[in-house]
T-cell receptor
Framework: QKEVEQNSGPLSVPEGAIASLNCTYS??????FFWYRQYSGKSPELIMF????GDKEDGRFTAQLNKASQYVSLLIRDSQPSDSATYLC???????????FGKGTHLIIQP | DAGVIQSPRHEVTEMGQEVTLRCKPI?????LFWYRQTMMRGLELLIY????????DSGMPEDRFSAKMPNASFSTLKIQPSEPRDSAVYFC???????????FGPGTRLTVL
Protein backbone atom coordinates (compact mmCIF):
# COMPACT_ATOMS: atom_id res chain seq x y z
CA GLN A 1 0.00 0.00 0.00
CA LYS A 2 1.26 3.40 -0.95
CA GLU A 3 2.19 5.49 2.11
CA VAL A 4 3.55 8.96 2.74
CA GLU A 5 5.04 9.64 6.15
CA GLN A 6 5.59 12.93 7.90
CA ASN A 7 6.52 13.91 11.43
CA SER A 8 3.37 15.41 12.90
CA GLY A 9 5.28 17.98 14.97
CA PRO A 10 4.75 20.58 16.15
CA LEU A 11 7.96 21.92 14.67
CA SER A 12 8.86 25.22 16.29
CA VAL A 13 11.21 27.59 14.43
CA PRO A 14 12.22 31.17 15.36
CA GLU A 15 11.23 33.94 12.98
CA GLY A 16 13.82 34.56 10.29
CA ALA A 17 15.31 31.07 10.52
CA ILE A 18 15.07 28.22 7.99
CA ALA A 19 12.22 25.75 8.53
CA SER A 20 12.90 22.24 7.21
CA LEU A 21 9.99 19.89 6.62
CA ASN A 22 10.57 16.27 5.68
CA CYS A 23 8.58 13.50 4.04
CA THR A 24 9.27 9.90 3.02
CA TYR A 25 7.27 7.72 0.66
CA SER A 26 6.98 3.99 0.27
CA UNK A 27 6.16 3.51 -3.42
CA UNK A 28 9.28 3.65 -5.58
CA UNK A 29 7.05 4.14 -8.59
CA UNK A 30 5.88 7.54 -7.35
CA UNK A 31 6.72 10.17 -9.92
CA UNK A 32 5.47 13.53 -8.71
CA PHE A 33 5.47 15.18 -5.31
CA PHE A 34 3.49 18.07 -3.95
CA TRP A 35 3.61 20.31 -0.91
CA TYR A 36 0.38 21.83 0.36
CA ARG A 37 -0.08 24.37 3.13
CA GLN A 38 -3.20 24.27 5.27
CA TYR A 39 -4.13 26.98 7.71
CA SER A 40 -6.42 26.04 10.59
CA GLY A 41 -10.01 25.85 9.38
CA LYS A 42 -9.04 26.33 5.74
CA SER A 43 -8.50 24.05 2.76
CA PRO A 44 -5.10 22.83 1.55
CA GLU A 45 -3.42 25.11 -0.98
CA LEU A 46 -0.62 24.06 -3.29
CA ILE A 47 2.80 25.60 -2.59
CA MET A 48 5.13 23.64 -4.83
CA PHE A 49 5.50 20.47 -6.85
CA UNK A 50 8.62 18.63 -7.94
CA UNK A 51 9.20 15.83 -10.44
CA UNK A 52 12.98 15.57 -10.82
CA UNK A 53 15.76 14.74 -8.42
CA GLY A 54 17.45 17.79 -6.94
CA ASP A 55 16.24 21.17 -5.81
CA LYS A 56 13.49 23.44 -7.06
CA GLU A 57 13.27 26.99 -5.78
CA ASP A 58 10.33 29.38 -5.73
CA GLY A 59 10.83 32.53 -3.71
CA ARG A 60 11.46 31.62 -0.08
CA PHE A 61 10.52 27.99 -0.72
CA THR A 62 12.82 25.20 -1.91
CA ALA A 63 11.61 21.67 -2.57
CA GLN A 64 14.16 18.87 -2.59
CA LEU A 65 13.68 15.38 -4.01
CA ASN A 66 15.90 12.32 -3.61
CA LYS A 67 14.27 9.37 -5.35
CA ALA A 68 17.02 6.93 -4.34
CA SER A 69 16.27 7.63 -0.68
CA GLN A 70 12.54 8.12 -1.29
CA TYR A 71 12.75 11.43 0.48
CA VAL A 72 11.17 14.81 -0.16
CA SER A 73 11.72 17.99 1.79
CA LEU A 74 10.54 21.58 1.87
CA LEU A 75 12.74 24.41 3.09
CA ILE A 76 11.29 27.76 4.04
CA ARG A 77 13.86 30.53 4.28
CA ASP A 78 13.39 33.69 6.35
CA SER A 79 10.43 32.12 8.15
CA GLN A 80 7.55 34.43 8.97
CA PRO A 81 4.76 34.03 11.54
CA SER A 82 2.36 33.80 8.58
CA ASP A 83 4.11 30.55 7.60
CA SER A 84 2.65 28.91 10.70
CA ALA A 85 0.37 26.19 9.35
CA THR A 86 0.18 22.47 8.68
CA TYR A 87 2.21 21.32 5.67
CA LEU A 88 1.00 18.28 3.75
CA CYS A 89 3.25 16.21 1.52
CA UNK A 90 1.63 14.22 -1.32
CA UNK A 91 2.87 11.75 -3.91
CA UNK A 92 1.37 10.59 -7.18
CA UNK A 93 2.13 7.97 -9.79
CA UNK A 94 3.30 4.42 -9.24
CA UNK A 95 0.77 1.80 -8.26
CA UNK A 96 -2.13 4.00 -7.30
CA UNK A 97 -4.13 6.70 -8.99
CA UNK A 98 -4.46 10.20 -7.65
CA UNK A 99 -2.47 11.68 -4.77
CA UNK A 100 -1.56 10.01 -1.51
CA PHE A 101 -1.23 12.50 1.31
CA GLY A 102 0.80 12.38 4.49
CA LYS A 103 -0.87 13.46 7.71
CA GLY A 104 1.00 16.73 7.76
CA THR A 105 3.55 18.56 9.90
CA HIS A 106 2.35 21.37 12.13
CA LEU A 107 4.83 24.26 11.83
CA ILE A 108 4.97 27.11 14.34
CA ILE A 109 7.07 30.19 13.62
CA GLN A 110 7.85 31.98 16.86
CA PRO A 111 8.08 35.82 16.63
CA ASP B 1 -11.56 31.49 -12.26
CA ALA B 2 -13.87 30.89 -9.29
CA GLY B 3 -12.00 27.81 -8.12
CA VAL B 4 -13.68 24.71 -6.75
CA ILE B 5 -17.05 25.51 -5.22
CA GLN B 6 -18.61 23.47 -2.44
CA SER B 7 -21.93 23.73 -0.66
CA PRO B 8 -23.04 23.90 2.01
CA ARG B 9 -20.05 25.23 3.97
CA HIS B 10 -21.48 23.96 7.23
CA GLU B 11 -24.03 21.27 7.90
CA VAL B 12 -25.45 20.20 11.24
CA THR B 13 -27.82 17.26 11.21
CA GLU B 14 -29.16 14.56 13.44
CA MET B 15 -28.17 10.94 13.33
CA GLY B 16 -30.17 9.01 10.76
CA GLN B 17 -30.77 11.93 8.44
CA GLU B 18 -29.64 12.06 4.83
CA VAL B 19 -26.85 14.49 4.00
CA THR B 20 -25.92 15.68 0.50
CA LEU B 21 -22.72 17.57 -0.19
CA ARG B 22 -22.21 19.35 -3.49
CA CYS B 23 -19.20 20.27 -5.58
CA LYS B 24 -18.52 22.23 -8.74
CA PRO B 25 -14.99 21.59 -10.08
CA ILE B 26 -12.81 24.05 -11.96
CA UNK B 27 -13.94 24.29 -15.56
CA UNK B 28 -11.80 22.15 -17.84
CA UNK B 29 -10.57 19.82 -15.11
CA UNK B 30 -11.15 16.17 -15.89
CA UNK B 31 -10.60 14.63 -12.47
CA LEU B 32 -12.60 15.19 -9.31
CA PHE B 33 -11.80 13.90 -5.84
CA TRP B 34 -13.75 13.67 -2.58
CA TYR B 35 -11.76 13.66 0.67
CA ARG B 36 -12.62 13.48 4.34
CA GLN B 37 -10.36 15.09 6.96
CA THR B 38 -10.32 14.39 10.68
CA MET B 39 -7.72 15.03 13.34
CA MET B 40 -7.24 11.32 13.91
CA ARG B 41 -7.01 10.08 10.33
CA GLY B 42 -5.84 13.11 8.40
CA LEU B 43 -6.91 13.58 4.78
CA GLU B 44 -8.48 10.44 3.36
CA LEU B 45 -9.44 9.92 -0.26
CA LEU B 46 -13.02 8.64 -0.49
CA ILE B 47 -13.58 8.42 -4.23
CA TYR B 48 -12.40 9.96 -7.44
CA UNK B 49 -13.86 10.46 -10.88
CA UNK B 50 -12.11 10.79 -14.22
CA UNK B 51 -14.17 12.24 -17.05
CA UNK B 52 -17.31 11.85 -14.88
CA UNK B 53 -16.70 8.12 -14.37
CA UNK B 54 -15.98 6.75 -10.86
CA UNK B 55 -12.52 5.18 -11.03
CA UNK B 56 -11.70 4.25 -7.45
CA ASP B 57 -14.22 4.16 -4.61
CA SER B 58 -12.18 1.93 -2.32
CA GLY B 59 -11.97 4.73 0.22
CA MET B 60 -15.72 4.97 0.69
CA PRO B 61 -16.16 3.75 4.25
CA GLU B 62 -19.52 2.03 3.98
CA ASP B 63 -22.54 1.53 1.77
CA ARG B 64 -24.08 4.51 3.52
CA PHE B 65 -21.81 6.66 1.38
CA SER B 66 -22.47 7.22 -2.32
CA ALA B 67 -21.18 9.68 -4.89
CA LYS B 68 -22.30 10.74 -8.33
CA MET B 69 -21.01 12.95 -11.10
CA PRO B 70 -23.81 13.40 -13.61
CA ASN B 71 -21.84 15.91 -15.70
CA ALA B 72 -18.45 17.60 -15.86
CA SER B 73 -19.49 20.52 -13.70
CA PHE B 74 -21.25 18.87 -10.78
CA SER B 75 -20.77 16.12 -8.23
CA THR B 76 -22.55 15.03 -5.07
CA LEU B 77 -21.53 13.00 -2.04
CA LYS B 78 -24.44 11.53 -0.13
CA ILE B 79 -24.52 9.93 3.30
CA GLN B 80 -27.66 8.01 4.19
CA PRO B 81 -28.24 7.42 7.06
CA SER B 82 -25.69 9.69 8.73
CA GLU B 83 -23.95 8.76 11.98
CA PRO B 84 -22.01 10.84 14.56
CA ARG B 85 -18.72 9.24 13.43
CA ASP B 86 -19.26 10.79 9.99
CA SER B 87 -18.57 14.22 11.52
CA ALA B 88 -15.57 15.66 9.65
CA VAL B 89 -14.60 18.20 7.03
CA TYR B 90 -15.32 16.98 3.53
CA PHE B 91 -13.24 18.44 0.72
CA CYS B 92 -13.75 18.27 -2.99
CA UNK B 93 -10.73 18.78 -5.25
CA UNK B 94 -10.23 18.86 -9.00
CA UNK B 95 -7.28 18.54 -11.33
CA UNK B 96 -6.52 18.53 -15.04
CA UNK B 97 -5.88 14.81 -14.83
CA UNK B 98 -5.54 12.30 -12.04
CA UNK B 99 -1.81 12.75 -11.38
CA UNK B 100 -1.55 16.51 -11.61
CA UNK B 101 -1.75 18.99 -8.78
CA UNK B 102 -5.17 19.15 -7.17
CA UNK B 103 -7.04 22.31 -6.27
CA PHE B 104 -9.24 22.11 -3.22
CA GLY B 105 -12.60 23.64 -2.48
CA PRO B 106 -13.29 25.38 0.85
CA GLY B 107 -14.75 22.22 2.37
CA THR B 108 -17.99 21.33 4.11
CA ARG B 109 -17.85 20.97 7.88
CA LEU B 110 -20.34 18.24 8.77
CA THR B 111 -21.56 17.70 12.31
CA VAL B 112 -23.86 14.76 13.01
CA LEU B 113 -25.50 14.92 16.42
Amino acid sequence: QKEVEQNSGPLSVPEGAIASLNCTYSDRGSQSFFWYRQYSGKSPELIMFIYSNGDKEDGRFTAQLNKASQYVSLLIRDSQPSDSATYLCAASGGGADGLTFGKGTHLIIQP
Amino acid sequence: DAGVIQSPRHEVTEMGQEVTLRCKPISGHNSLFWYRQTMMRGLELLIYFNNNVPIDDSGMPEDRFSAKMPNASFSTLKIQPSEPRDSAVYFCASSLDRENEQFFGPGTRLTVL
